[in-house]
């Protein structure tokens, strides 16, 4: 019997000293009230009633959300600044041992370093440098909880409040810069417009002196052509009268006439042209008559 209770003791002890550690979490184990070792995820062995769970440790990244924090800028302007801080816990014993409570230690140590970067700095700068505010938020409380077994993996500033006045009159300063860069888009579609307008206008001048100055060259080039068809016709009737007049001389020569005879005929023809035109005097050859009598007989003869 007393064999019997010996073994369950035993299994009893075996069983209460057998740990099992979820995945992401970490046992601080304390042996009669002192540190004694860090336990991670799987199966674990301690001996019970000396060995205790201190503290069961999540190491999973954590996000904290800490309410708005007033603070003051450097021309005097108090606002409402929420932040949010994601940090993961590294070392389980500095975290059990570091500080009585690291959440509210990081929210502390958050406001007053919140308050000393704001306070350097002007309103405008506070919201337009946000990035900056974060880094330097970061830096800051990461060094600071390295003793606390914490690591600050970034800092956010979730919200900024200014004063309702302040609103307000940032409200009017960006409706007036709307309206601001409203004006300067029209007065650009304007102009765009205007320069459309001015190069379609240069286009189509460019484009009535192109027409006009082909038209005037295809004129010139017509009448130039009319002249050199007009020149061709007349030297065409030119070597035609030269062949008839060869031929006519051909002819006379023929029947007998001699040179001068042959000019005198000429001259004959000549005469009778002018006498048809507006010559108010003529001068006849004396030797007319008898080359008349000539051409007379020549006509019977042919």
Not at 147 to 169: C, D, F, H, T, Y
Not at 249 to 266: F, H, P, W, Y
Not at 267 to 296: C, R, W, Y
Request: with cysteine.
């Amino acid at each position: 019997m007393g064999v019997i209770i010996i073994l369950v003791i035993l299994i009893v002890i075996l069983i209460l000293g057998i740990k099992i550690v979820p995945q992401q979490h970490a046992y601080v184990i304390e042996r009669l009230g002192k540190y004694k070792k860090t336990i991670t995820a799987g199966l674990n062995i301690i001996i019970p009633v000396i060995d205790v769970v201190r503290v069961n440790v999540n190491l999973k990244e954590q996000v904290a959300d800490f309410p708005p924090q007033p603070v003051i800028t450097k021309d005097n302007v108090t606002m409402q600044i929420d932040t949010v801080v994601y940090f993961k816990i590294v070392d389980p014993a500095a975290y059990a041992y570091g500080v009585e409570n690291p959440i509210m230690a990081i929210e502390n140590l958050t406001a007053t370093t919140l308050r000393n970067i704001i306070g350097d700095m002007e309103l405008d700068e506070t919201l337009t440098s946000r990035d900056k505010v974060n880094g330097q938020l970061c830096a800051i409380i990461d060094e600071a909880t390295d003793p606390w077994g914490i690591k600050i993996n970034r800092v956010e500033l979730k919200n900024i409040m200014p004063p309702k006045a302040i609103q307000e009159s940032m409200e009017k300063q960006m409706k007036a810069e709307r309206e601001r860069r409203e004006q300067i888009l029209i007065a650009e579609g304007e102009k765009k417009s205007a320069v459309l307008k001015a190069e379609g206008e240069k286009e189509s001048a460019v484009l009535r002196a192109e027409a006009a100055y082909v038209a005037t060259v295809k004129e010139a080039e017509a009448h130039a052509e009319s002249i050199r068809l007009h020149k061709e016709a007349e030297a065409n009737g030119v070597v035609m009268m030269k062949q008839a007049e060869a031929e006519g001389i051909a002819k006379l020569k023929e029947a007998g006439m001699s040179t001068d005879q042959i000019v005198k005929l000429r001259s004959l023809n000549a005469l009778e042209t002018a006498s048809k035109g507006q010559a108010t005097k003529i001068i006849i050859p004396s030797d007319i008559q008898s080359v008349a009598g000539f051409v007379e007989g020549v006509k019977e003869s042919l």
